[in-house]
């Protein structure tokens, strides 16, 4: 049935026919016709990736396969989404390897984002603890791919934005975790250069992440908040948490049930948000042990806030830089606190090394921000693509809508080999979203 | 510790139902004429809940292994829950008898086969549950759901026959009528979001409604109210009616 959706971001919104199997047996008469698809999951990439006039629903393709409690290793279909694996594998002691900051995205847009979390500089990105997929071709044949089977087939799948077939079966390693809580370390920086060299002095702990003002001028440009974890060990733990050291968080939920008027986030708004927020931590450092949940997800706290960005939507832009490119993220801050679009969310992280053809993770800065949709805001993240460029990064297709074929295919220098890995595994192009049309991955 | 047989559990309503009691400490009996498609199901219940379930081989038009079905269930379910049913496209089945006879077959006959077996040991047991997922469709005849409605209306029916016909020996019979629920039953049909269910509430529902020993339970409760409007149109304007 035709109807009109959308991700995340709200941006764009497409009409498409929308099917779901349950048994592989479905999604082979599915694939017996011609159309051209793309597969979906929860759709909580950002923009047109997982957007097509045909899409395949892997919502109810949900069920775990095997968790193997002693050493870790759990095997689901590919529609489940992370808040249910979290259900199971915590009471048992076991943690993601790798989390985003949402728990409702699919394991199976885990892989094909190749999702990244706060740990990146430690664990590297979700693709590093596969063991093993199974993707579904668009011909309906299913094949195995790993490290070591098919890898220029995983390779590219991984980051791949499901380009390559349908991820249908997933394997990967989990976290030993002893408790289900964090400790964590609250650090106000007054500027954006106090902030980087926080990163870098407490690089060791395995997650961190720093909010940051982006509308504050002069000596207080980029000023913000690092926020450092580790997993809490059982002595770490307070008399009543130590009741039920391994308690899932996070269940209580608020909803935005209609969108705001777009009109209420503006510059003046944003700047008192950042205000509020960065004078709500007092002290220079503040320690506490928390839930996961507030930790990584405290934005899944309210269900569907990204209605607050109003019925027209919102862009994340979210970039990387080198290491050696500071340059580049002060002028990026710099051109987005000139044109006053400040972002409620304004991300800062600091990614570890990587190799790999299509993920967007590399060594160096990566900043995500969101931006309502306005007049004049994509010709405004048009010039910051150039600045990306020029300084040698680039941007990360799953919260992409917008950016020009040339600005990917500079940022990823083997782009010409995923196309040709999918132009092998996926031919004619039978798998194909707005996002891979636009950006020229499944045209000749 | 209590077993529930689920007829039809390869449908989106019967896998929700399956997780619902297996969460509740259930080891479930699924039955469906492709028992292999859920083997998935079974890792994921016995992972999610540590139920145990037994896939089994079951086709609601083969009325004459009904009996040996039955007779070879070990353990025998305390509850038995008859999902199974196909909508059928109705213009189609107008002109073509055989797809008529396999609606009215599934959603009646075979119900009827199968629940005659089951409620006979439950009577000679003097206790059980025997839950029939019906229709709101079967509250009033009309043109675009010719067969099914009719169908479903004689389950309904049936259901209240047999819930009278069980009382005496402790037996309780639970109709449940869904309104729309997005399944794939429904998938190709634009279904209004205020009114529809997902599986997930639907088994929630039902297993809430079972503890309570409900007799009629309406998905969601106003669709009693909506069913009793349209009920309640005289016949001379009803037929005029396109619905």
Redesign the interface.
């Known amino acids: 049935m035709k109807k009109q959706i959308a991700n995340w971001g709200n941006y764009p919104v497409i009409e498409s026919n929308e099917k779901y199997f349950a048994f592989e047996e479905e999604l082979q008469k599915l694939l017996s016709g011609n159309e051209s698809f793309i597969p979906r999951g929860n759709g909580r990439c950002y923009g047109d990736a997982s957007l097509a006039k045909n899409t395949i629903s892997t919502l109810k393709f949900d069920k775990i396969l095997s968790f193997n409690k002693s050493d870790g290793i759990f095997e689901c279909q590919s529609g489940i989404t992370l808040d249910q694996i979290l259900e199971v594998i915590i009471p048992a002691g076991w943690f993601l390897p790798v989390t985003p900051g949402t728990q409702f995205i699919t394991a199976g847009g885990a892989v094909a984002s190749d999702v990244h979390g706060k740990n990146h500089h430690i664990d590297g990105s979700f693709s590093k603890h596969l063991l093993e997929l199974d993707l579904i071709l668009n011909t309906g044949g299913t094949i195995t791919c790993s490290y070591e089977i098919n890898p220029d087939l995983f390779e590219a799948t991984c980051g791949g934005m499901g380009l390559t077939g349908l991820i249908s079966r997933i394997k990967f390693r989990l976290k030993k975790i002893e408790t289900s809580f964090i400790c964590q370390k609250q650090i106000k920086a007054v500027n954006l250069e106090e902030l980087i060299g926080l990163f870098s002095e407490y690089r060791h702990y395995t997650y961190s992440v720093a909010w940051i003002d982006c509308l504050k001028k002069g000596p207080h440009f980029g000023r913000g908040i690092l926020m450092l974890g580790e997993h809490a060990v059982f002595s770490d733990l307070n008399e009543k948490q130590k009741k039920e050291p391994l308690q899932l968080s996070g269940k209580r939920q608020i909803n935005l049930p209609f969108s705001l008027p777009s009109w209420l986030l503006n510059a003046f708004t944003v700047k008192a948000f950042n205000f509020l927020f960065y004078a709500k931590n007092y002290k220079k450092e503040i320690n506490s042990v928390i839930g996961y949940a507030p930790f990584f997800y405290p934005l899944d706290a309210i269900l569907h806030w990204n209605r607050g960005y109003g019925k027209k939507g919102f862009v994340q832009y979210q970039f990387v830089l080198p290491l050696e490119a500071k340059k580049g993220l002060i002028e990026i801050l710099q051109r987005i606190s000139d044109k006053g679009l400040g972002s409620f969310l304004a991300v800062l992280k600091v990614f570890g090394k990587q190799e790999s053809i299509i993920s967007f993770p590399k060594e160096g800065y990566t900043l995500a921000l969101d931006f309502p949709v306005k007049d004049g805001l994509l010709e405004f993240l048009d010039e910051l693509d150039q600045v990306v460029l020029r300084y040698g990064g680039r941007i990360y297709m799953s919260k992409d809508a917008r950016m020009k074929p040339e600005i990917l295919w500079h940022g990823y220098p083997d782009l010409k080999k995923f196309k040709d890995i999918i132009r092998k595994y996926n031919p004619g192009g039978k798998i194909r979203s707005v996002q891979s049309d636009r950006l020229l991955l499944t045209t000749n | 510790m209590a077993t529930v047989l689920i007829l039809g559990a390869?449908s989106?309503i019967g896998?929700a139902i399956a997780k619902r009691f297996a969460s509740e400490k259930f080891d479930l009996l699924l039955a469906a004429r492709?028992p292999e498609?859920l083997k998935?199901?079974e890792?994921?219940i016995y992972?999610?809940y540590g139920a145990s379930c037994s896939l089994l081989a079951f086709d609601a038009l083969d009325f004459k292994s009904h009996t040996g079905f039955f007779n070879t269930l070990q353990p025998k379910p305390d509850v038995s829950i008859c999902v199974f049913g196909i909508l059928g496209e109705e213009d189609e089945a107008f002109d073509d008898w055989d797809l008529t006879k396999r609606m009215i077959d599934t959603n009646y006959t075979g119900a009827v086969s199968i629940l005659n077996v089951i409620a006979k040991y439950y009577i000679a047991q003097k206790r059980g549950t025997i839950i029939g997922i019906s229709s709101v469709a079967g509250d009033r005849g009309r043109a675009s759901k010719l067969i099914y409605a009719s169908a479903k209306a004689a389950f309904t029916t049936y259901l209240a026959g047999l819930r009278n016909k069980c009382f005496e020996y402790q037996v309780h019979v639970m109709t449940v009528q869904p309104g729309f629920v997005y399944t794939?039953m429904t998938?190709?049909?634009?279904l209004p979001k205020a009114i529809t269910s997902t599986p997930g509430q639907v088994a929630n529902i039902i297993y809430n409604a079972y503890l309570k020993k409900k007799n009629i339970i309406y998905i969601k409760w106003f669709w009693r109210y909506i069913m009793l409007i349209i009920q309640c149109i005289p016949e001379f304007q009803f037929k005029k009616m396109k619905l």
């Open positions: 390869t989106d896998v492709k498609l998935p199901l890792s994921d992972i999610r794939k998938e190709n049909q634009e």
